[in-house]
Each structure stands twice: as C-alpha cells, then as structure tokens.
C-alpha cells in the first residue's frame, strides 16, 4: 500500500479502525504508531474517537497506565470519552487503585448523558470484587436495575469472580440456581469464574458439581486459558479424582483449535494438578500421569511450536513510514525492549514458562530423568535465542535450573553452560541467581569462586537477602573461617535484616564440619537465644535445631561435644528419632558410652510415660 493508499484508508475510518486494530493485535507497535501520526497530522490534531480505542488498547497491553491516563485530559476536553475507550481508561484507573479518580470518570461519563452497557458493569463488578469493595457491587446492581439493564451471562460471570474475591459464596449458590430459572445458560465462563471462587473459600461440593457440568473443556468457545484454569483449581481439592483430570485433558488434546502451545499448556496445568492435589500420592507413580508428562514433553519439542515461535508480523510494517515525531509524550515506546513483541510476550511467555517449569519439576521428583531436564534446558536456549520471551520470565526460568543444577551437584560445565544462556541474551545475574550459586560452590569447596560471587554482588548494586546472607555463612561455616562470619552478621545488622531459624540451622549445620567448633556452636546458641528473648527470630523449632546439630556432630565424628549436648539444651531434649541414630552410630564406632548413656535415659523416660517398650536393634543389644 503506498502513502495514497494510506490516504484512502483515512477517508475510509472503518478501513482505517481496522488497520489500526490489525497492528495492535499483532502487537506491532511501530505500525501502530505511524498510522495513527499519519491520522493525526491529516486531521490537524482532532483525529476521530474510534482511532483511540487501538492505541489505548496497545498501552494497556503494554502495562502502562501512565501512558493511557495522559490522553484522558485531551478526550474529555474534546469528549472523545466513548464506550471503548472508557473501558481502557477505567482500566488504568483501577490497575493503580485510584478509586477516586475512577468514581470521578464515571461520574463524567454519567453526565455527558453516556449509559454504562454490560461490558462496563461487568468490568467495574470484578476489579471491585478484587479490591474488596462489596459496597460497590451492592451499588451497581441497584444501579443496573434502575438501568433496566437484563441480567446476562456475562454479568453473572463477573458476580460469581467478585463474589468469589469477597466471600460471599452464598450468594454465588443463589446466583448458579437462578440462572437456569431465568433462562440463563451455564456457560463454561461461568463455571470457571465460579469453581475459581468456590475453590478460594474451600467450598469442594460446589467445585465438583461445577467441574461435572463444565462439559465442553474441548469445544471451540472454550477458551483454553479457562481449560487450563479449572485444572489448576480442580487440583487442590483435598481429593480429587483422576478420571476427571483425565476427561479434560483428553478432550483438550483432541481439540484442533489450540495451538501446540496451548496444549502443552493445558498438559501441564494437568501435571500440576496431579502433582499438588491432595490426592497426589495415589496418582505420582500411575502410567497415565506418565503418559501426560510425555505428551507435555512431546508437545513443547513439536515443530508446530517452534514454528510459532519464529513467526512475527511484518504484513503492515513495511507499508507505514516511521514515525516523525516522538509519541512517547502521549504513550509509551513502541518496544522498551528492542526484538521483543509484546502482545506475544503476554501470552507465550507465560504458557512457555509454565509448561517448561512444571516438567521441570516432575523430572527433577524423578530417578534417572537428568536427560529429559538437559533436553528441556537446550530448548530453552534455543527459544530465548528466537527474542520472544520476555526478560523477567527468561531470569525466572533460568534461575529455576541453577536452582534444579546446584542441588543435584551437576559438573560445573553444566553451570557454567546456563550462566552463558544469561551473558548472550543479554542479562546479568540477580541475587536469585546468585543465591544456589553460593551454596553450590561452597560444597565444592571453591571459596574462589564464593568470593568472586559475593564481590559481583557488591559491585553491581545488588541487594542481599536472607536467604543470600544464609548461603554466605554457611559456606564460611565449611571453612571455619570466624573472623568473617561475624563481620558477615555485623553486615547483617547494619543493613536491618534480622536472622531466621533456617539460618541458625544452616550456619550451626555448617559448623560441625570443623574439626573445632565447640566454641562457634556455644556463641551461635546464644546469639540464638537472644534473638528469640528478643522477638527478632520469628517462627522458630528448638527440638529441630538441636537434632539437627546432632547430626552435625556425630557425622564430624565430635564426641566429646556430643556427650556435652545429648542431655539437651535450655530444657529441649533430643527426638526419639535422633537418639536412635545417635545410638546406632555409637555402637558401630564404638562410643559405648555414648549408646550406654542414650538407652538408660530412654528406657527410663518409657517406664515414666507408662509405655514400657525398651526394644532396640539386636547388634545394639549385643554392642551394649
């Protein structure tokens, strides 16, 4: 199309809406730009209402509520408010929890004699369901009676996802039995909207009498985000059944409008169903929830997907000039991320991600699945290469394999290979990252490396958490070294971030690798101690603690500080549990002393509890 095409189509608004909308769709924010400066400049600036509406849409897509509330002053002025753009302004106001300013646009909408249809009333309902604002809603439904406005499914939809948000499930059961009464079909919206709602408010009847009458999970008007929804809802009941799982997700797979994507998506919403439902422990080995998983598996690695992936829109780019002037003073950049295309962002990101990190989890749950990861980590290098997965989920993802990596103590070429993933698309490492890194290396005894990594922290910015200053010292607690622990706590306090439990277990855990380390075990006990007279510690498990300290000492082979603790500490006593080990791995090295002190304490605290069982292991007997 040459420019007095371009012409044509401005004389044409309905061809023109159309390109417009076309661009945004595509999320091709360059296209979009040019033609709405073209009908900017031929309109003298007072381009007609309807050509807002795409441009709104592509800042909303885009997260940027700034950008869309800079054009209301200019649309009131010239009332351009109509019922589309209203929608996306309305939608600004809220995603930023400004209620005032919303009730203000409403009031003005009111007022230049525009009426709220049920789309309009439908969105108010559920961002004020979210927000918790149930006097609205009370509000909006005499409003929408004094409208004359009729009930529809829609609107029901709406009610049961703010109800769902508020509490009120009753009300949700009143609304499900009206609407067949008043001629209301109970679409698979309004069963999604309403399993989601009972599912917050544990209310398992409800969910299952929705999931039974959620009966086209395959058919061409389900969507296949609300497929993939009830799954995620229906695995949290306390007990679930898997032919229900399976039903959907079979008629899912067999549904030819869904992308390769979307039913890698929905298999794993199934896989995750199974996987954290309450009923997981009946199902995990069963060969149809392996059957899921190699399908999940087959479909993210199918060509169809890949295909996908590499297709982007250039039909209208190459037919717009670029734009002359910067629209950034009305809305945002066209890409804040140069390669990136947004819209796609939004949604393959999220399906991707999720599918690729669910399978993750299953095979990392698994013997003998380390290929399968490799296999997954290699597709992600080479989706991650294709531009199209935005940069937040991309540190996501591949935090999640360091994490999966370093915990499987995996050779460092393997780390070292997912650390370069980062440094060619062109992202740093965060504390995240940062954080298993640390552990990792410290149980390879590579404190070069530790140091390399808590350096790159310092340099670049970055803020240390918790769970950050809990790696450092326990991998300084291998070492021994002291001096550095303490100035490590002394960081700590400085920067206002109290110590928790897990970090006292950590670090105490860390110490009994010394040869030497009575002294580091008393002052960290008490620091403990203080923490917890002092409100600082939070939750926190003295029995927990003290075994696992225990099992510090006794694997360090320490004793004489075992024949110290194994009366307990400060009124905790040892679990039966780490008695018996302590005395097992007492007889065997030969510490009788140790076994002969354990057994008696024991035998006497069953004779006192009135439940005389002084039953050990034959070679203890014989030990003894």
């Not at 709220?116 to 961002?127: D, E, G, M, P, Y």
């Not at 004094?146 to 703010?162: D, H, I, N, R, V």
Request: with cysteine.
């Amino acid at each position: 199309m040459e420019e007095n095409g371009l012409d044509l189509c401005i004389n044409h608004p309905a061809t023109f809406v159309h390109l417009l909308g076309e661009a945004a769709s595509q999320a091709d924010w360059e296209s979009l730009r040019g033609l709405f400066q073209l009908a900017w400049e031929k309109s003298n600036g007072r381009p007609p209402a309807k050509y807002f509406g795409p441009l709104l849409s592509a800042c909303s897509r885009q997260g940027d509520a700034t950008s869309v509330l800079s054009w209301q002053p200019y649309l009131m002025e010239h009332r351009l408010v109509d019922e589309v753009t209203i929608i996306y302004l309305l939608s600004a106001h809220a995603s930023i929890m400004d209620w005032a300013a919303l009730d203000a646009l409403l009031q003005y909408y009111k007022e230049n004699n525009r009426v709220l249809n049920a789309k309009h009333w439908s969105f108010l309902i559920t961002v004020w369901g979210e927000s918790g604002q149930s006097e609205k809603i009370a509000t909006a439904l005499e409003d929408m009676r004094a409208q004359g406005l009729e009930m529809t499914e829609q609107l029901c939809s709406a009610l049961l996802t703010a109800w769902g948000h508020t509490g009120h499930t009753l009300r949700m059961k009143n609304l499900l039995a009206w609407m067949p009464e008043a001629g209301l079909e109970l679409t698979d919206d309004v069963l999604l909207a309403a399993t989601r709602g009972f599912t917050q408010w544990g209310e398992w009847s409800m969910v299952d009498m929705c999931t039974k009458k959620f009966r086209k999970p395959g058919a061409v008007d389900a969507d296949a985000l609300a497929v993939v929804q009830t799954l995620q809802a229906y695995g949290q009941k306390p007990m679930f059944k898997m032919d229900t799982i399976m039903l959907i997700w079979t008629t899912a797979m067999n549904n030819e409008h869904y992308t390769e994507l979307e039913k890698a998506d929905i298999s794993a919403s199934a896989l995750q169903a199974v996987m954290s439902g309450g009923s997981a422990h009946l199902y995990l080995n069963d060969l149809k929830v392996e059957n899921i998983a190699r399908v999940t598996m087959e479909r993210l690695h199918s060509k169809g997907l890949v295909a996908a992936l590499r297709a982007k829109p250039h039909a209208l780019r190459r037919h717009v000039p670029p734009a002359s002037y910067d629209m950034n003073t009305r809305a945002s950049p066209a890409n804040k991320r140069p390669g990136i295309n947004a819209e796609k962002t939004c949604k393959w990101s999220q399906q991707f991600v999720h599918t690729v990190s669910t399978l993750v989890k299953w095979y990392n749950g698994r013997d003998g699945q380390r290929d399968n990861i490799d296999a997954l980590l290699e597709l992600v290098d080479r989706v991650f290469s294709e531009g199209v997965i935005d940069w937040e989920y991309k540190m996501g993802l591949t935090n999640q394999f360091i994490n999966v990596y370093t915990k499987a103590h995996a050779p460092q070429n393997k780390i070292k290979r997912i650390l370069q993933m980062l440094h060619d698309n062109g992202l740093k490492a965060d504390i995240i990252t940062i954080t298993p890194l640390i552990m990792y290396y410290s149980k390879h005894s590579d404190m070069q490396q530790v140091e390399k990594l808590r350096k790159f922290v310092k340099d670049n910015g970055l803020t240390p958490t918790l769970a950050y200053y809990t790696a450092l010292l326990s991998a300084y607690a291998r070492t021994g070294d002291w001096d550095e622990m303490k100035a490590i706590l002394r960081e700590m306090k400085q920067q206002g971030t109290n110590p928790d439990d897990w970090l006292f277990k950590s670090v105490m855990f860390g110490i009994t690798h010394q040869p030497d380390c009575e002294k580091q075990l008393e002052w960290l006990w008490e620091r403990r101690a203080k923490a917890i007279k002092n409100n600082e510690l939070g939750f926190h498990d003295d029995q927990e603690i003290l075994d696992l300290i225990m099992v510090g000492l006794v694997k360090g082979k320490h004793w004489n500080i075992v024949r110290k603790w194994m009366d307990g500490r400060d009124g905790t006593e040892l679990s039966d549990r780490n008695a018996r080990m302590i005395i097992a791995a007492a007889n065997k090295q030969g510490v009788v002393d140790v076994a002969t002190h354990l057994i008696k304490k024991w035998q006497k605290t069953q004779k006192e509890e009135k439940n005389v069982d002084t039953r050990f292991p034959g070679y203890v007997r014989q030990r003894i």
